[in-house]
C-alpha cells in the first residue's frame, strides 16, 4: 500500500506540470524512495494518475538507472569506475567492496542490508574514486574508508533495530 | 482537383499529390528505398536511417520516410554517398546482431539480410564481444529472440495502432534496450501475431512455425480463414503435408495483412491427431471402423427403409455452417429432390433472411456494405455483438476507419465491448435491449425508463448526431432479427446518403448456408418455397419434383425427433448436441442417424454412421463471408480416408440411383452462378482471389420464431467444434479470460 502522504506528494507534484506525464520521473523517484524500489502497485498508480499505459512507464524505469524494479540494500553501494575514478583506483575500490560485501555487480546482501553497482560519472571527479549510498557521496575513497563506512552503516542498523 | 507536386526522381518526373512520403513517391515510380521502420499505414518513426536519400540543395541526406515531397526537388535514391550511409546503418544494426541466418526462422525472407545483401555490410569493424540475451518466450504464441532485434518498433506500433491492445513497450536503453511485454515476463493481448509477421527480422517468431522449416521448402496456397463470418484471405505454408503456418503473404483481399489469432494460429486443428480418418458403423451398439463404401451403402439403405416405411416427412436434414456453397447447394438438393423432404435447416446466427427480405421490399437490395467499405466508410453503426471476439476483422476495420479516416463510430450495446473506446457516441442500454433502442431510434416508440442505462438525455442526442452523418455503415448481431431487421432496415435508410447493412453470422460459411437456401421454406437464393416460379425454375435444372409444402425448422426437426415423428436425420458439419444442449434421450426416437464431421463430437458419438469429412485445408470450393462476398478456397494438402461433403453427397446421390452431372466443386459453382439469383457472378476475379459481392433479393418468409436465430458468442479464442481441437487456441492463458474481455 502507497501512504496517503505519498499519493498527496503525487497530486503536488503533477500539479506542477502543466502536461501530467511529464511528472512521471519525480513520482517514480518519490516512490522509490518511500518503497526502496519501484513495485507494480506503484507503477500502476502513477500510470493511473498521470494518464499513460502501465508499460509507458516500465520504458521510463528501464532507461533510468536510478530506477529500480526490485528492491536493493537498504544501502545502494553505487562505485563508480568511469574515467577520472578508474585513473585513480575505482575498479580497485569496486573489487574491495565487492570481495568485503561478498556480492558482485548489481546484488543485494542476503540480509538486505546492503547491495552493491557498478555506475558511471557521479560528477564528482574532483573527488576520485567516489562512489555514492543512496543520496550521499563519499570521495577520495580508499579501502580503509569503505571497511569504515561498512562498519559504521552496520552498527547504524543494529542501532535502529533496537530501538524498534 | 488539387495540384500534384512535381519532382524529379532518380532523372525521372513525377507527378504526386501533396502530402506524399519521399519512399512512396520513389515506390510509385517502381524504385524501392529500403525501410526497415517505416511501415505503411503506421505512424512514422524515423528510427532506423536506412532510407537516406540525397536531395539537391540540401546540405545532409535526408530521411524518405519522414521527407514530404516539395515542388522541384530533385532526389537521387542510389548514390555512392547513399549507399555508404546505408551500409554504415546497418554495420552498425549488425554490431550486437548474432548473424545466425542458418538457422534463424527468418532467413531467406528476411529484410536485414536483403538489405546486408544489396548494401554489402558483411566485414565489421567492431571488435568486441557481442552481447547475448536468452530467447525469451513472451506467450505460447510468440518469442522474442533480443539479439536479433532491430529496434524498429513495428511490432509496437501495429499493436498499438492496428490491434488497440497496446501490449509491447521499449525496456532499458542504448544498446541494451529492448522490446518488454506487459506483464513483466509475459504478454497478455490478443495474441494475433500480427507483431512476428511484421517484425523485419527473426526477432519474434511464432510458436507454431519457429525452427520448423525453411520458407523455400514449403508450399504456399491462398486460401480462406475458416473460422469466423469475416472470410480473411490466408495463404497456408505446408510442409509434408502438415500445415505450419498461416498468414496473408502478399497482403491482398478483404483483410490487408490482417489474421486473428484463430486465422494465424487456429487453423492447427487440421493437423489434429483426432480428426477421423475411417468411416465409423454402429455394430452391436458400438461405433466400430468399416469401409467407405460399406458406410455409405449402409446410409443408403436404412434411409430408404426410412422413407419407404414412414415418408420423407419423418427425415431431416441439418447442413453446416463452415462448409462450402457447393457442399451446402448440394446437400439441399440432396434433401429436397432426393429425398423429398424441406425438413432443412441449419444452426441460424444471423437473421439474413431477414435482411434480404427487408431491402428488397424498400428497393435497396444493393446496400450491403463489403469489408473494404467498413474500412472506407465516414460513419459507422454497430448494434449488439462484440466485434472484437466475434468478427476481428470488422472490428478491426472499424478501427482503421477511425484511425485512418476520422470516420465517427456508434455503439448501441448491452455491454462494455472494447469498440467504445473508438466510439464518439456510446449507447449502453439494458440486456437484449438493442431491439428496443433501434425502435425508439426510430421514433416508433419512446424509450422505457430502464432501456437506457446511462443519461436520460443519451437516446435523443445519439440519434440526432447520426442524423448528421451520411452514407453510415449500418452492423447488427443477433440482438437484432426478425420484424426488428426491418425496424432497422426501413430507419437506416431513412438516413442521409446511401446507407449499407451487415448482418453479423458466426462461422466462415454461415452467410453461404443462408444464401444457398438450407431452409425449410425458401430455395437458393432467398426465393420463398411458396413461389411457384422460383420452384420450377430448380425443378427444371435438375428434373425433378420437389416438396411443396414448408419443412421443419431446426427447433421442429429437434422436437419432432423427441415426439418421435422424424425417425431418420442426417448432420452435415454441426454439433446440434452441443448446441442446443441436447441430452442422449433427446435422440432415443431416431432409428437413424448419420453424421458427416471432422471430429467425433457429442453429436457424431450418438450417431449410427460417422463419415470422417475433409477439412477446409483438403478441399476447393467457395465460402461467403458475412457481407454475402464469394472467395475461393483452394485445396492445399490431402488427408488420407477423409472425403469432402461434396464426394459424400455425390455417393449418395449415385446409390439413390441419380444421375448428376457434377464432377467437381467447379461444375457446382456453374450452376450456382446460372440458377441462383445474386450469385451471378464473374468467375475469373473469384479464381485468381478476390472477393466478390453478391447482391440478394428476395422475399424469404419471415422468421418463424425467434429462437431460431442465436449467436454462439465465440470469443478469440473459441470457434465452435474447431477451436476444441486447436492446439494453439488452447494454449493461450487468454483463452482463460471471461467472456468478452477487453485486451
Ligand atoms: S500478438 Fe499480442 S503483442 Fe503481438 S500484435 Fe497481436 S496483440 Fe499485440
Ligand atoms: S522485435 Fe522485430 S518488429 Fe519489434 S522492434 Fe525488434 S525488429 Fe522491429
Ligand atoms: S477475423 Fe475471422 S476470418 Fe479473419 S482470421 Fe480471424 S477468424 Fe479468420
Ligand atoms: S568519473 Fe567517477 S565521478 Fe566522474
Ligand atoms: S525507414 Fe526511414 S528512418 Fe527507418
Given at each position: 500500500?502507497l501512504?496517503?502522504?505519498?499519493?498527496?506528494?503525487?497530486?503536488?507534484?503533477?500539479?506542477?506540470?502543466?502536461?501530467?506525464?511529464?511528472a512521471?520521473?519525480?513520482?517514480?523517484?518519490?516512490?522509490?524512495?518511500?518503497?526502496?524500489?519501484?513495485?507494480?502497485?506503484?507503477?500502476?498508480?502513477?500510470?493511473?494518475?498521470?494518464?499513460?499505459?502501465?508499460?509507458?512507464?516500465?520504458?521510463?524505469?528501464?532507461?533510468?538507472?536510478?530506477?529500480?524494479?526490485?528492491?536493493?540494500?537498504?544501502?545502494?553501494?553505487q562505485?563508480?569506475?568511469?574515467?577520472?575514478?578508474?585513473?585513480?583506483?575505482?575498479?580497485e575500490?569496486?573489487?574491495?567492496?565487492?570481495?568485503?560485501?561478498?556480492?558482485?555487480h548489481?546484488?543485494?546482501?542476503?540480509?538486505?542490508?546492503?547491495?552493491?553497482?557498478?555506475v558511471?560519472?557521479?560528477?564528482?571527479?574532483?573527488?576520485?574514486?567516489?562512489?555514492?549510498?543512496?543520496?550521499?557521496?563519499?570521495?577520495?575513497?580508499?579501502?580503509?574508508?569503505?571497511?569504515?563506512?561498512?562498519?559504521?552503516?552496520?552498527?547504524?542498523?543494529?542501532?535502529?533495530?533496537?530501538?524498534? | 482537383?488539387?495540384?500534384?507536386?512535381?519532382?524529379?526522381?532518380?532523372?525521372?518526373?513525377?507527378?504526386?499529390?501533396?502530402?506524399?512520403?519521399?519512399?512512396?513517391?520513389?515506390?510509385?515510380?517502381?524504385?524501392?528505398?529500403?525501410?526497415?521502420?517505416?511501415?505503411?499505414?503506421?505512424?512514422?518513426?524515423g528510427?532506423?536511417r536506412?532510407?537516406?536519400v540525397?536531395?539537391?540543395?540540401?546540405?545532409?541526406?535526408?530521411?524518405?520516410?519522414?521527407?514530404?515531397?516539395g515542388?522541384?526537388?530533385?532526389?537521387?535514391?542510389?548514390?555512392?554517398?547513399?549507399?555508404?550511409?546505408?551500409?554504415?546503418?546497418?554495420?552498425?544494426?549488425?554490431?550486437?546482431?548474432?548473424?545466425?541466418?542458418?538457422?534463424?526462422?527468418?532467413?531467406?525472407?528476411?529484410?536485414?539480410?536483403?538489405?546486408?545483401?544489396?548494401?554489402?555490410?558483411?566485414?565489421?569493424?567492431?571488435?568486441?564481444?557481442?552481447?547475448?540475451?536468452?530467447?525469451?518466450?513472451?506467450?505460447?504464441?510468440?518469442?522474442?529472440?533480443?539479439?536479433?532485434?532491430?529496434?524498429?518498433?513495428r511490432?509496437?506500433?501495429?499493436?498499438?495502432?492496428?490491434?488497440?491492445?497496446?501490449?509491447?513497450?521499449?525496456?532499458?536503453?542504448?544498446?541494451?534496450?529492448?522490446?518488454?511485454?506487459?506483464?513483466?515476463?509475459?504478454?497478455?493481448?490478443?495474441?494475433?501475431?500480427?507483431?512476428?509477421?511484421?517484425?523485419?527480422?527473426?526477432?519474434?517468431?511464432?510458436?507454431?512455425?519457429?525452427y520448423?522449416?525453411?520458407?523455400?521448402?514449403?508450399?504456399?496456397?491462398?486460401?480462406?480463414?475458416?473460422?469466423?463470418?469475416?472470410?480473411?484471405?490466408?495463404?497456408l505454408?505446408?510442409?509434408?503435408?502438415?500445415?505450419?503456418?498461416a498468414?496473408?503473404?502478399?497482403?491482398?483481399?478483404?483483410?490487408?495483412?490482417?489474421?486473428?489469432?484463430?486465422?494465424?494460429?487456429?487453423?492447427?486443428?487440421?493437423?489434429?491427431?483426432?480428426?477421423?480418418?475411417?468411416?465409423?458403423?454402429?455394430?452391436?451398439?458400438?461405433?466400430?471402423?468399416?469401409?467407405?463404401?460399406?458406410?455409405?451403402?449402409?446410409?443408403?439403405?436404412r434411409?430408404?427403409?426410412?422413407?419407404?416405411?414412414?415418408g420423407?416427412?419423418?427425415?431431416?436434414?441439418?447442413?453446416?455452417n463452415?462448409?462450402?456453397?457447393?457442399?451446402?447447394?448440394?446437400?439441399?438438393?440432396?434433401?429436397?429432390?432426393?429425398?423429398?423432404?424441406?425438413?432443412?435447416?441449419?444452426?441460424?446466427?444471423?437473421?439474413?433472411s431477414?435482411?434480404?427480405?427487408?431491402?428488397?421490399?424498400?428497393?435497396?437490395?444493393?446496400?450491403?456494405?463489403?469489408?473494404?467499405?467498413?474500412?472506407?466508410?465516414?460513419s459507422?453503426?454497430?448494434?449488439?455483438n462484440?466485434?472484437?471476439?466475434q468478427?476481428?476483422?470488422?472490428?478491426?476495420?472499424?478501427?482503421?476507419?477511425?484511425?485512418?479516416?476520422?470516420?465517427?463510430?456508434?455503439?448501441?450495446?448491452?455491454?462494455?465491448?472494447?469498440?467504445?473506446?473508438?466510439?464518439?457516441?456510446?449507447?449502453?442500454v439494458?440486456?437484449?435491449?438493442?431491439?428496443?433502442?433501434?425502435?425508439?431510434?426510430?421514433?416508433?416508440?419512446?424509450?422505457?425508463?430502464?432501456?437506457?442505462?446511462?443519461?436520460?438525455?443519451?437516446?435523443?442526442?445519439?440519434?440526432?448526431?447520426?442524423?448528421?452523418?451520411?452514407?453510415?455503415?449500418?452492423?447488427?448481431?443477433?440482438?437484432?432479427?426478425?420484424?426488428?431487421?426491418?425496424?432497422?432496415?426501413?430507419?437506416?435508410?431513412t438516413?442521409?446518403?446511401?446507407?449499407?447493412?451487415?448482418?453479423?453470422?458466426?462461422?466462415?460459411?454461415?452467410?453461404?448456408?443462408?444464401?444457398?437456401?438450407?431452409?425449410?421454406?425458401?430455395?437458393?437464393?432467398?426465393?420463398?418455397?411458396?413461389?411457384?416460379?422460383?420452384?420450377?425454375?430448380?425443378?427444371?435444372?435438375?428434373?425433378?419434383?420437389?416438396?411443396?409444402?414448408?419443412?421443419?425448422?431446426?427447433?421442429?426437426?429437434?422436437?419432432?425427433?423427441?415426439?418421435?415423428?422424424?425417425?431418420?436425420?442426417?448432420?452435415?458439419?454441426?454439433?446440434?448436441?452441443?448446441?442446443?444442449?441436447?441430452?442422449?434421450?433427446?435422440?432415443?426416437?431416431?432409428?437413424?442417424?448419420?453424421?458427416?464431421?471432422?471430429?467425433?463430437?457429442?453429436?457424431?458419438?450418438?450417431?449410427?454412421?460417422v463419415?470422417?469429412?475433409?477439412?477446409?485445408?483438403?478441399?476447393?470450393?467457395?465460402?461467403?463471408?458475412?457481407?454475402?462476398?464469394?472467395?475461393?478456397?483452394?485445396?492445399?494438402?490431402?488427408?488420407?480416408?477423409?472425403?469432402?461433403?461434396?464426394?459424400?453427397?455425390l455417393?449418395?446421390?449415385?446409390?439413390?440411383?441419380q444421375?448428376?452431372?457434377?464432377?467437381?466443386?467447379?461444375?457446382?459453382?456453374?450452376?450456382?452462378?446460372?440458377?441462383?439469383?445474386?450469385?451471378?457472378?464473374?468467375?475469373?476475379?473469384?479464381?485468381?482471389?478476390?472477393?466478390?459481392?453478391?447482391?440478394?433479393?428476395?422475399?424469404?418468409?419471415?422468421l418463424?420464431?425467434?429462437?431460431?436465430?442465436?449467436?454462439?458468442?465465440?470469443?478469440?479464442?473459441?470457434?465452435?467444434?474447431?477451436?476444441?481441437?486447436?492446439?494453439?487456441?488452447?494454449?493461450?492463458?487468454?483463452?482463460?479470460?471471461p467472456?468478452?474481455?477487453?485486451?
Amino acid at each position: 500500500m502507497l501512504s496517503d502522504a505519498l499519493k498527496h506528494k503525487f497530486d503536488t507534484v503533477i500539479a506542477r506540470y502543466p502536461l501530467k506525464r511529464s511528472a512521471i520521473v519525480p513520482l517514480l523517484l518519490f516512490a522509490q524512495d518511500e518503497i526502496g524500489h519501484v513495485s507494480d502497485e506503484a507503477v500502476e498508480e502513477i500510470a493511473r494518475r498521470v494518464g499513460v499505459r502501465p508499460i509507458e512507464v516500465v520504458e521510463d524505469i528501464g532507461y533510468y538507472s536510478m530506477l529500480h524494479r526490485k528492491p536493493v540494500g537498504r544501502y545502494h553501494f553505487q562505485v563508480c569506475t568511469n574515467i577520472s575514478c578508474m585513473l585513480r583506483g575505482g575498479e580497485e575500490i569496486f573489487a574491495h567492496c565487492a570481495k568485503k560485501l561478498g556480492i558482485g555487480h548489481k546484488q543485494t546482501t542476503p540480509d538486505g542490508l546492503f547491495s552493491l553497482e557498478e555506475v558511471e560519472c557521479l560528477g564528482a571527479c574532483c573527488g576520485a574514486p567516489a562512489m555514492q549510498v543512496n543520496y550521499d557521496y563519499y570521495e577520495n575513497l580508499t579501502p580503509e574508508k569503505i571497511d569504515e563506512l561498512i562498519e559504521k552503516l552496520r552498527r547504524k542498523d543494529q542501532g535502529s533495530r533496537i530501538k524498534d | 482537383m488539387v495540384d500534384l507536386i512535381k519532382l524529379t526522381i532518380d532523372g525521372k518526373p513525377v507527378a504526386v499529390p501533396p502530402g506524399t512520403l519521399l519512399i512512396d513517391a520513389a515506390k510509385q515510380m517502381g524504385i524501392e528505398v529500403p525501410s526497415f521502420c517505416y511501415y505503411p499505414g503506421l505512424s512514422l518513426q524515423g528510427a532506423c536511417r536506412m532510407c537516406l536519400v540525397a536531395i539537391e540543395k540540401m546540405p545532409k541526406l535526408q530521411t524518405a520516410c519522414t521527407t514530404v515531397v516539395g515542388n522541384g526537388m530533385v532526389v537521387h535514391t542510389e548514390t555512392p554517398e547513399v549507399a555508404n550511409a546505408r551500409k554504415a546503418m546497418l554495420e552498425f544494426l549488425l554490431t550486437n546482431h548474432p548473424l545466425d541466418c542458418p538457422v534463424c526462422d527468418k532467413g531467406g525472407e528476411c529484410e536485414l539480410q536483403d538489405a546486408v545483401f544489396r548494401y554489402g555490410a558483411a566485414e565489421t569493424r567492431f571488435l568486441e564481444t557481442k552481447q547475448h540475451e536468452e530467447e525469451k518466450k513472451f506467450s505460447s504464441l510468440v518469442y522474442y529472440d533480443r539479439p536479433r532485434c532491430i529496434l524498429c518498433y513495428r511490432c509496437i506500433r501495429v499493436c498499438d495502432e492496428g490491434m488497440d491492445v497496446n501490449a509491447y513497450g521499449i525496456g532499458f536503453r542504448g544498446a541494451h534496450s529492448e522490446i518488454i511485454p506487459n506483464r513483466g515476463e509475459h504478454l497478455e493481448c490478443e495474441e494475433c501475431g500480427a507483431c512476428i509477421d511484421i517484425c523485419p527480422v527473426g526477432a519474434l517468431t511464432s510458436g507454431t512455425y519457429r525452427y520448423k522449416t525453411r520458407p523455400w521448402e514449403v508450399t504456399y496456397t491462398g486460401t480462406v480463414c475458416n473460422h469466423c463470418g469475416d472470410g480473411c484471405k490466408t495463404t497456408l505454408s505446408v510442409r509434408n503435408n502438415v500445415v505450419i503456418r498461416a498468414n496473408n503473404r502478399d497482403h491482398s483481399g478483404v483483410n490487408g495483412e490482417f489474421l486473428c489469432v484463430k486465422g494465424r494460429f487456429g487453423w492447427d486443428f487440421v493437423n489434429s491427431e483426432q480428426r477421423l480418418t475411417s468411416p465409423l458403423i454402429r455394430k452391436n451398439g458400438k461405433q466400430e471402423e468399416a469401409s467407405w463404401e460399406e458406410a455409405l451403402a449402409h446410409t443408403a439403405e436404412r434411409l430408404q427403409a426410412v422413407l419407404a416405411q414412414h415418408g420423407p416427412g419423418a427425415v431431416a436434414v441439418i447442413g453446416s455452417n463452415r462448409t462450402t456453397n457447393e457442399e451446402n447447394y448440394l446437400l439441399q438438393r440432396f434433401a429436397r429432390s432426393v429425398l423429398g423432404t424441406n425438413n432443412l435447416d441449419h444452426h441460424r446466427t444471423a437473421d439474413f433472411s431477414s435482411l434480404v427480405r427487408a431491402l428488397t421490399e424498400a428497393g435497396a437490395a444493393d446496400r450491403h456494405a463489403t469489408i473494404e467499405e467498413i474500412g472506407a466508410a465516414s460513419s459507422i453503426l454497430v448494434i449488439g455483438n462484440d466485434p472484437t471476439h466475434q468478427h476481428p476483422l470488422i472490428a478491426y476495420q472499424v478501427r482503421q476507419a477511425v484511425r485512418q479516416h476520422g470516420a465517427r463510430l456508434y455503439v448501441v450495446n448491452a455491454g462494455e465491448i472494447k469498440l467504445r473506446r473508438q466510439a464518439s457516441q456510446y449507447l449502453q442500454v439494458s440486456p437484449r435491449g438493442e431491439a428496443e433502442a433501434v425502435r425508439a431510434l426510430a421514433g416508433q416508440v419512446t424509450a422505457s425508463q430502464d432501456l437506457c442505462t446511462g443519461e436520460a438525455e443519451a437516446l435523443p442526442t445519439f440519434a440526432q448526431a447520426l442524423t448528421k452523418e451520411s452514407d453510415t455503415v449500418v452492423i447488427f448481431g443477433d440482438e437484432i432479427q426478425g420484424q426488428g431487421v426491418g425496424d432497422l432496415v426501413r430507419w437506416g435508410l431513412t438516413l442521409s446518403g446511401r446507407t449499407r447493412f451487415v448482418a453479423l453470422g458466426d462461422y466462415a460459411n454461415s452467410r453461404g448456408a443462408a444464401d444457398m437456401g438450407l431452409f425449410p421454406d425458401t430455395l437458393p437464393g432467398y426465393q420463398p418455397l411458396s413461389s411457384e416460379a422460383a420452384r420450377q425454375q430448380f425443378e427444371s435444372a435438375w428434373g425433378s419434383n420437389l416438396p411443396t409444402t414448408s419443412g421443419r425448422n431446426l427447433r421442429s426437426i429437434l422436437e419432432g425427433i423427441r415426439a418421435g415423428e422424424i425417425k431418420a436425420l442426417l448432420v452435415f458439419g454441426a454439433n446440434p448436441v452441443r448446441t442446443f444442449k441436447l441430452e442422449k434421450a433427446a435422440f432415443a426416437g431416431l432409428q437413424f442417424l448419420f453424421v458427416a464431421e471432422l471430429f467425433r463430437t457429442e453429436t457424431a458419438e450418438f450417431a449410427d454412421i460417422v463419415v470422417p469429412a475433409t477439412s477446409f485445408a483438403e478441399k476447393s470450393g467457395t465460402m461467403t463471408n458475412t457481407c454475402g462476398q464469394v472467395q475461393a478456397l483452394k485445396r492445399t494438402m490431402r488427408k488420407a480416408g477423409t472425403r469432402s461433403d461434396l464426394e459424400i453427397l455425390l455417393a449418395l446421390a449415385r446409390l439413390f440411383g441419380q444421375k448428376w452431372p457434377y464432377q467437381s466443386s467447379e461444375d457446382v459453382l456453374r450452376e450456382i452462378i446460372a440458377l441462383v439469383p445474386g450469385y451471378g457472378i464473374p468467375l475469373p476475379g473469384l479464381l485468381v482471389g478476390h472477393a466478390v459481392a453478391t447482391r440478394p433479393e428476395g422475399a424469404p418468409p419471415p422468421l418463424e420464431r425467434p429462437d431460431l436465430v442465436f449467436s454462439s458468442r465465440d470469443s478469440l479464442f473459441t470457434s465452435g467444434t474447431l477451436s476444441r481441437y486447436s492446439w494453439a487456441l488452447n494454449s493461450v492463458d487468454e483463452a482463460k479470460k471471461p467472456y468478452g474481455h477487453a485486451f
